[in-house]
T-cell receptor
């Protein structure tokens, strides 16, 4: 089983749509969880951390289910500028920050 | 404004040559990391560096690779005897040092080995 697994997509959605990304991780001892956004040939940029209670930042909502080892990201009212690859990232917490990345889910928002 | 500055932004090198990639933090941080991303693949952890010592390294980070902070400021990744498969984007990253320990990435150095 892959350490962090995501549907690669692409997800093609119209502007204004709601889209959800899912991610599973294999190490039950993982402690920290993140969603990063990556534009083509650019560095990953932190979108949001994911907490057990779930958290929201504007149009973005992240959820964590530790029992199922499952993380989700919901984007409401999609904008053209949301087009990017969304990376599910897990900190394996081996003492220092060792992030394990999923392969990413590509989102294309069209007019 | 990037959290760290990386140079060069792009380097083309011949197979077998040595390459040094540099990372300059905006402010004084103790925790640094190198990650790489081969085109079309996922981001992979290479090494973490704390207080001028390697704290953890991945299986990828073999004897071909080394890191150091020679002048207390620049943080370098050296790749000896480059191979075609070393072609990738190399990202330097740093910790925020807060309780969330969020990692922020530099803009990357794109290495092409020919």
């Amino acid at each position: 089983r892959k350490e962090v697994e995501q549907d690669p997509g692409p997800f093609n959605v119209p502007e204004g749509a709601t889209v959800a990304f899912n991610c599973t991780y294999s190490n039950s001892a993982s402690q920290s969880f993140f969603w990063y956004r990556q534009d083509c040939r650019k560095e990953p940029k932190l979108l949001m951390s994911v907490y057990s209670s779930g958290n929201e930042d504007g149009r973005f909502t992240a959820q964590l289910n530790r029992a199922s080892q499952y993380i989700s990201l919901l984007i409401r009212d999609s904008k053209l500028s949301d087009s990017a690859t969304y990376l599910c990232v897990v900190n394996m917490n081996t003492g220092f920050q060792k992030l394990v990345f999923g392969t990413g889910t590509r989102l294309l928002v069209s007019p | 404004e990037p959290e760290v500055t990386q140079t060069p932004s792009h380097q083309v090198t011949q197979m077998g040559q040595e390459v040094i990639l540099r990372c300059v933090p905006i402010s004084n941080h103790l925790y640094f990391y190198w990650y790489r991303q081969i085109l079309g693949q996922k981001v992979e952890f290479l090494v973490s560096f704390y207080n001028n010592e390697i704290s953890e390294k991945s299986e990828i980070f073999d004897d071909q690779f080394s890191v150091e902070r020679p002048d207390g400021s620049n943080f370098t990744l050296k790749i000896r005897s480059t191979k075609l498969e070393d072609s990738a984007m190399y990202f330097c990253a740093r910790n925020t040092g807060d309780s969330g320990n969020t990692i922020y990435f530099g803009e990357g150095s794109w290495l092409t080995v020919v």
